[in-house]
Structure formats: structure tokens, C-alpha cells
């Protein structure tokens, strides 16, 4: 049991927090799946347009790895089959039956769960089309069925910014919690590792067993599974490391228990520009419609899948990412302020982690999607290190990505990074620089170079 | 007014543009609609909120902070003079007498400074970078109020191109611009600015040795004796500290310079770090020259630290030179050794070469050349313990 104190970081104060409620909607009539959500996955459709699907039935599969396949979020007929630049597969549309069927696979009991052994459960998971939950390090893509991963890595703890209450979330739903994390267990002789919030009072992550519980405290980034690897046990050359997010252990949990895949799952609606900023029950690649309607301060908004530092920009008919819980509103703004650089500033026009401003007050605040600067070459004035909790030199990891400098960029632990620790590096910049995409970058640049 | 402003920029802002008239000059019009204006820019890749703070603001509070530099040293070249004329002013005429002088030297400096940027940022088509703004502001501060302003010129076009746009500009040099700028004078037009002789504006034939030079050129003697004994300027601690002696415009008030320093702390500019290291380095090696004063004819060895601190530049390159982002240390462990070493190195060149009485310009031109090599171990640290985890 380890204990992680963070100390560099930050919590943004971004204004329209989701209340610990949920918000109550109507079932979503469409869900989808996007295959780029799933990087170095080469999809191949199993479905078209017409196809009736049940939860559960194999939409697509990877051509890279033919034995990953996703499963349906939805029961009822493909609707649309969207296509990209060189006819690349961006949205699988599903519209869904009023009574959805669902695949049904034998249920397993909880005691047995124990004695399944690492084959069973990985042709459990593969077979019911749910391997693209288990996720691994390095390069945070979807995990090899044939590794023998280190461990198994779990964070309880959303830091976020307008990201689900895990505690509220999670909370009494302790037995398929603990069903998911027993057969996680299976999966890797290093057992499973789940982190939580030191404070934290949900029984669902705190009684759990079988595993080895650490806590953390601290600011944002201290909820990313690659910090807390990073303070517990960090990845070392020629191993990986898998992942899988807390709900997704529900997945599993309800898989194994029931036999059935239930898509379902808790997500935000938040942001400045949401009128009721609220934990909604939904599922996987819903549409979002329902929950925008009539609940947007006004109509000039950028609407994201994910968090407003790592999420994808979509619209009020797109659908929540795979992998993602929250849907951030934030305004567009045209706003131009007559000599603003001049002023000096104050709580409702700027916001800074630096003290630049006259801006001190510790009240939240409405971000819009202004970039308050435009691009310019680095001036280090060690913003970068001070949002990133890692034994790891940002600045010098940076410019040996720029220069394809393979050996450098290994040696000052790129593998041990994903672009999610670096997005608050990017929210401060004063240069504006997009630290995140140049760490995936550079990932690139080495899963390419094997 | 602004409207009408925000109107006019618009109806012009096609002649900037891609086939407009002036297409080549667009870096200029961004720059004074962004300026004016700040930048309508949007997020597009990455987060997709931002913090306020942009490369602009930084510049700007550095500039806000060496503006009381600009004030108390106009104030003191009225001062100065008047003690050589054995005039007495009111406060308000020696600032309005001193900034006679110093208002020349900054219209040089920017005119010069501004035509090398806009003329690189047209030439590579990049938005006119905000860095010159600081760089101008800081090369007239360093120096003396008698400086021949075709020197100022010809300095700064140096400084600019050589110091900075030929390693691609802002953010890509390696010397300071601002110190290249007050070298080339330093070696080029020596009498100009050497340093040994007090730069006044005074009658011509009047003169007098600096602070720095007085120990320098005397042998066998204790350094504090000598400056008590000046009766041309006082050279007592205390005034020093109040900067009512000679030297280069924005040096002379350490106060002032204390102030302008805590402020870029605060609002995270500069580097405590960088500061703290150079103020132990010159400690620890004035003590040690101490130690070794007795058995050296070098007067200069004498000279206590808390003297080393308040006198020549040594408080205003530290505050704003030493600790400028991109040529000093970038990583925090490096900033210590890179600071210990400028205010090592200064009392070094202070002490032990009387051919250069002032020595913190030199210190952190030669740290700026080595900051790389120090981060270059200070990483390398982190490579190999990284690769001896990864061999376990």
C-alpha cells in the first residue's frame, strides 16, 4: 500500500461543476461507436447499414489483431455507417429497438470466479467483444491478449476537471466491483493495483479485496493512472502495464455475474455553458442530444466527448466517446477587449495559475474556448514543471521528440508518459504550445520504430 | 472611439491578407490588432481552455517592472551632474534633466530593435515576436547617459541580429541580446563604456574613478579604506545601496532593483532559484578572496561581500539578465549551478582581472554559453537512473 502525495498540479476552477445527482432523461433513441477512438486499431466492418444487432454482437473487428472485436452498445438496426477521408470508418450509427436483445453468455458465480485461470477469462472478455476496455502502457492503446502484463492498474480517483464522482458513482455497487476486480486478478500474475482519493468514503473501493489498495492526495493530474503507476511502481523497459478504468470493472463485474454485457454507464454533463450541470445515467457512445436540449445557456457553444483538457470536439448531435464520462459545454467567444494585455485584470476576465493578474479570488470561472495568445517558440519559464507530477524533464523530453531523437526520448521516459499528463502542461503554456500532441508524437514516432 | 478603432482595422484587414497590397507586411498588422485588440485566436488542437497568460503578458510585466529603473535613473544622472556642476536641483528637474538623456537613447534602441524584428518577421512570415520589447527596454538601462546614440545603434543592431535572429530568433538564442548589445560596445568602443572611469554628464576634463575601479588599481591596501577615503562621490555602503553614485542608467538603486525582482518572482517570471544561486555564489567566493586578501597584493581580494552585492550591476543582471527564460538554465536543479557560477564568476573577474572592473555582463555571457552543458548533466542524471531502473 502506497500513499501519493501530489504536489505539482492544478486543479482548474472551470465553472458549472456537476452537482453529485443524476439528471433525469429519457433513453437515448441512437448509440454509435467511433473507430478512432481506438488508436493503431485498423477496423473492419462485420455490420452494414440495415444489419439488426443485439447488445453485444460484434460491430467491427481489427484487422491488426483479428480476434479484437467491439461489441454493440445497443440492440435494434445499423442506421449509418459514416465514412472518412479514404474511406476511413468515423461513426457506426445504431438505431435502437424499443426492447433490445442482448447476447446472453453463461453466468459465472462469484466463488468460482477465483479458479477461472488467465485463458478463460481472456476468451471470455474476447468472445463477448468487450477486449477494448483493457487498455495498456506504453503508448495507451488497447492491450495485447497475449502479454503477461506486470500488473493491472486502476484509478478510483477522477481529478479532471468536470469529471465523474467515482465515489458517487461507484457507490453500492460493491459486489460486481469486486466480481470485475477478481477477474482482473486473473489476468496478471502482479495482481491488481486500484488507487483512491485518501478522503474518500465509498465503500465500493475502500473495502475492496484481493488487490492492493494505494491512496493519493492532491491536485489534478493525481487522478491519472499513468501518475499513480508512476508513484507506485514505475513501468520499466520491455514490460506493459494494463489499465482499465473504474466503470469498466463494472463491465467486467456484470459480465461474469450475469453473463450479459450491460453498456451502461454514469457520465457528466458540465461546463460553463450547461444550464443543469449533473452526473446523468447513459451508456457507452450515446447520443447527446437528449441531454443538451434545453439545457445550454445559449446556442454559440463547443461541445466536447471527454474532459476539456484531453476530450474531442463533437456536437449537440454527436455521441459520447468510448472511453469517455464527461461532456464539457464550454462557450465560444469573440470577445476582444480594447487593450487588454494592458489591464491588469480581474477574477470574471482572467484566469491564471500564475500570478500575472490581479486575479486572486479563488471563485470559479467561465471559460470559453479562447486561446488568450497566439503560438509562439518556448520561453521556459517553468510552467510546464510545475503542473507535472513526474520525475521527468518536460522540457528536455520535448525537444528530443522534435528531433526524432530516439534514444533520448526512451532515456527521458517517454514510454513512462501519455498525453493526458501533459494536457495541464499545455493549459498553462504562455507559448501556447500543445505539449499533449507532441508526447503522443513522439509515442508515435517510437511504436513505429517497434 | 474604440468602436470606430475596431472598424477601421477591420476595413483594412483584406489589404493584409493573403493577395491584399501589403500581404508581405501582414506580421506588423497582426501585431497592432493583437496588440490593440488581443488575439481572437481560438483552441483547436490540445485543451481546449487556456490559462490568460500568454507570451505578451509575460513581456509586459517585465517591461512594468524596470520602469521605476528608468525613473530613479533619470532622477540620478540629474544628480550626478549636478554634484560635478555644483548645481542643486529640485527632484523634479533632475528627473526632467535626466530624462533629456534617456528618452534619445530609448527612441534609438526601439527604432533600431523594432526595424530587425519586423524585418525578420516579414522575411520567415512569422508574427512579430514580443521578446524585442523586453530586449529594447533593457538595453538602455544598461548604459552610461553619455553614450554617443549611433553606438546605441550600431550596438543594437548587433545585439538583435547577431545575439539573437541568427540562431532564429526569440526562444531559439543563446546569449542574451540585451548583453551582446552592451559587449559589443564594451570591446568595440571601449572608452565609451569600460568602466573604470565614471560616466557623468558634466563639463568635459571632469572625472573620476568608479566604485569597482578605485580597489582595482590600487595594491597592498584594504578596499573598504580606500572607498571611505573618496571625496569625490560617496561611496559609503549605504548610499550605494540608494544608488546616488555613477553608473550605467538602471543599475544604480538596488531597492528599486530588489523590488523589480521580488515582483517577477511572484507573478512566476523569473527564477528564484537563478537569483538565490548567484547571490550565495558571489558570497561564498568574496569570503573566500577574504580569506585569501593577507597574502595578495590585490587589494580587490579585501572587498566584503555585502560590497560586492550593492556595487556595479551585479543586483540588476541577476534580477533581469541571468534570469531570462531562454538562454539561462532550463531545468531547476541547473538554475542553482548556472546562478552559483555568475556570481562566482563575477567576483572572480572582478577580483582577479583589473583589465575588466566590472565582471557580471562577462559572468553570465559565459554562463549563457555553458547553461546548455549544465542542463546537459543535470538530464543525463535523469537518463541514468532511468536506465538503471529499466536494467533491474
Known amino acids: ?450 | 472611439m474604440v468602436n470606430a478603432l475596431r472598424k477601421l482595422i477591420q476595413n483594412i484587414e483584406p489589404k493584409f491578407m493573403d493577395g491584399g497590397l501589403f500581404q508581405k507586411f501582414y506580421p506588423i498588422f497582426e501585431a497592432t490588432e493583437s496588440f490593440l485588440f488581443s488575439t481572437s485566436k481560438k483552441t483547436t488542437s490540445g485543451p481546449h481552455i487556456r490559462d490568460s497568460v500568454d507570451i505578451k503578458r509575460v513581456m509586459i510585466l517585465v517591461v512594468l517592472a524596470l520602469i521605476p529603473c528608468y525613473i530613479f535613473g533619470a532622477i540620478n544622472i540629474g544628480v550626478q551632474s549636478g554634484i560635478a556642476l555644483g548645481k542643486e536641483r529640485t527632484l523634479f528637474d533632475n528627473f526632467i534633466f535626466g530624462m533629456g538623456y534617456i528618452i534619445p537613447i530609448i527612441l534609438v534602441t526601439f527604432i533600431a530593435g523594432g526595424f530587425w524584428e519586423v524585418l525578420f518577421a516579414v522575411i520567415r512570415k512569422h508574427d512579430i515576436y514580443e521578446g524585442f520589447l523586453v530586449t529594447c527596454a533593457l538595453i538602455p538601462l544598461l548604459m552610461p547617459p553619455t553614450i554617443p546614440l549611433w553606438q546605441v545603434f550600431v550596438a543594437t543592431s548587433f545585439g538583435i541580429v547577431i545575439g539573437k535572429e541568427i540562431f532564429g530568433g526569440v526562444g531559439y538564442n543563446i546569449f542574451n541580446p540585451a548583453l551582446v548589445t552592451r559587449a559589443f560596445i564594451y570591446f568595440a568602443y571601449p572608452t565609451s563604456i569600460a568602466g573604470d572611469k565614471v560616466w557623468l554628464v558634466a563639463p568635459d576634463g571632469y572625472s573620476g574613478a568608479t566604485a569597482l575601479s578605485i580597489p582595482a588599481a590600487t595594491e597592498n591596501s584594504n578596499a573598504l579604506d580606500l572607498l571611505n577615503n573618496v571625496n569625490q562621490f560617496d561611496f559609503s555602503w549605504i548610499n550605494m545601496v540608494m544608488g546616488y553614485v555613477p553608473g550605467s542608467i538602471g543599475e544604480t538603486n538596488k531597492i528599486i532593483i530588489l523590488l523589480g525582482a521580488i515582483f517577477l518572482v511572484y507573478v512566476k517570471i523569473a527564477s528564484w532559484r537563478t537569483m538565490l544561486g548567484a547571490t550565495l555564489g558571489l558570497f561564498f567566493t568574496a569570503i573566500l578572496t577574504n580569506i585569501l586578501a593577507p597574502f595578495s597584493s590585490n587589494t580587490m581580494l579585501s572587498l566584503p561581500p555585502h560590497y560586492h552585492l550593492v556595487m556595479g550591476s551585479f543586483m540588476f543582471g541577476v534580477a533581469f539578465m541571468a534570469t531570462e527564460p531562454v538562454t539561462s538554465s532550463h531545468t531547476n536543479r541547473g538554475k542553482w549551478i548556472y546562478g552559483f557560477l555568475i556570481g562566482s564568476l563575477t567576483v572572480i573577474i572582478r577580483s582577479i582581472n583589473p583589465a575588466y572592473p566590472e565582471g557580471i555582463m562577462l559572468a553570465i555571457l559565459l554562463m549563457n554559453a555553458f547553461a546548455p552543458l549544465i542542463d546537459y548533466f543535470v538530464v543525463q542524471k535523469n537518463i541514468n537512473q532511468r536506465k538503471l531502473r529499466y536494467a533491474k
Open chain 1, 1 to 450: 500500500m502506497t500513499h501519493i502525495k501530489i504536489r505539482k498540479g492544478h486543479n482548474i476552477r472551470i465553472s458549472g461543476a456537476p452537482v453529485n445527482e443524476y439528471y433525469n432523461v429519457e433513453k437515448t433513441k441512437t448509440v454509435s461507436i467511433q473507430p478512432q477512438d481506438f488508436r493503431y486499431v485498423k477496423p473492419k466492418l462485420l455490420v452494414k447499414v440495415g444489419d439488426k444487432v443485439e447488445i453485444g454482437s460484434p460491430l467491427f473487428f481489427d484487422k491488426v489483431q483479428p480476434n479484437i472485436k467491439w461489441a454493440s452498445p445497443g440492440g435494434g438496426e445499423i442506421k449509418d455507417v459514416i465514412l472518412g477521408e479514404r474511406r476511413s470508418i468515423q461513426n457506426i450509427i445504431i438505431d435502437l429497438d424499443e426492447e433490445e436483445n442482448s447476447i446472453i453468455h453463461s453466468p459465472v458465480k462469484y466463488q468460482e470466479i477465483s479458479s477461472l485461470g488467465k485463458s478463460k477469462v481472456t476468451d471470455r472478455i474476447l468472445e463477448a467483444n468487450l477486449w477494448p476496455i483493457i487498455r495498456q502502457r506504453p503508448f495507451n492503446k488497447i492491450a495485447d491478449p497475449n502479454d503477461n502484463p506486470r500488473a493491472i492498474f486502476i484509478s478510483g480517483f477522477n481529478s479532471a476537471p468536470l469529471s465523474v464522482n467515482l465515489d458517487f458513482a461507484l457507490r453500492h455497487k460493491q459486489s460486481v466491483f469486486q466480481a470485475g476486480l477478481d477477474v482482473l486478478n486473473q489476468l496478471s500474475d502482479g495482481g491488481v493495483h486500484l488507487t483512491f482519493e485518501a478522503d474518500t468514503n465509498c465503500e465500493t473501493l475502500t473495502s475492496a479485496r484481493n488487490v492492493n489498495l494505494h491512496t493519493v492526495i492532491g491536485p489534478h493530474p493525481s487522478g491519472n493512472v499513468g501518475i499513480q503507476i508512476h508513484h507506485i511502481d514505475p513501468w520499466k523497459s520491455h514490460e506493459v502495464i494494463w489499465v482499465v478504468n473504474a466503470q469498466h470493472v463494472l463491465t467486467i463485474g456484470d459480465l461474469f455475474l450475469k453473463g450479459i454485457y450491460d453498456p451502461s454507464i454514469v457520465a457528466t454533463i458540465a461546463g460553463p455553458g450547461v444550464k443543469k450541470p449533473a452526473h446523468i445515467k447513459t451508456r457507452i457512445g450515446s447520443n447527446l442530444e437528449l441531454f443538451l436540449s434545453n439545457n445550454l445557456h445559449s446556442d454559440d457553444n463547443r461541445i466536447i466527448s471527454g474532459d476539456v483538457l484531453t476530450g474531442k470536439e463533437t456536437n449537440v448531435n454527436g455521441y459520447l466517446g468510448y472511453y469517455d464520462t464527461t461532456v464539457s459545454v464550454i462557450p465560444n467567444s469573440d470577445e476582444r477587449e480594447f487593450l487588454g494585455l494592458l489591464k491588469p485584470g480581474n477574477e470574471n476576465t482572467r484566469y491564471s495559475v500564475t500570478n500575472a493578474f490581479l486575479s486572486q479570488s479563488k471563485n470559479t470561472f467561465n471559460f470559453t474556448t479562447q486561446q488568450s495568445g497566439s503560438l509562439r517558440p518556448m520561453v521556459p519559464i517553468n510552467s510546464w514543471e510545475d503542473v507535472l507530477p513526474m520525475n521527468i524533464y518536460p522540457n528536455a523530453l520535448y525537444r528530443s521528440i522534435l528531433a526524432e531523437d530516439f534514444e533520448e526520448m526512451e532515456g527521458l521516459g517517454l514510454l513512462e508518459c501519455d498525453e493526458e499528463d501533459f494536457a495541464l502542461c499545455s493549459f498553462v503554456c504562455p507559448s501556447k504550445i500543445d505539449v499533449g500532441s507532441i508526447i503522443r508524437q513522439g509515442l508515435n514516432l517510437m511504436k513505429d520504430d517497434g
